[in-house]
């Protein structure tokens, strides 16, 4: 398949390299998507508070 060493090499430098790019532009895409924050015990506190005022 391969004709020496040196074929073999680059192409697993290649492989390397495009699989550093592709976790470089998932790592790029996190980023820019906006971060969900979990709630926490004061937001459902709030959310229930809201809640409750509305059957008033």
Do not use: K
Request: proline content about 4%; hydrophobic content about 40%; aromatic content about 6%.
């Amino acid at each position: 398949m391969f004709g020496n060493d040196a074929d073999f090499l680059l192409t697993i430098h290649r492989t390397h390299a495009s699989e550093l790019q592709a976790d470089a532009e998932a790592d790029r895409l996190a980023r820019a998507l906006p971060r969900r924050h979990p709630r926490g015990w004061l937001g459902r506190r709030r959310h229930a508070a809201h809640a409750t005022d509305t059957r008033r």
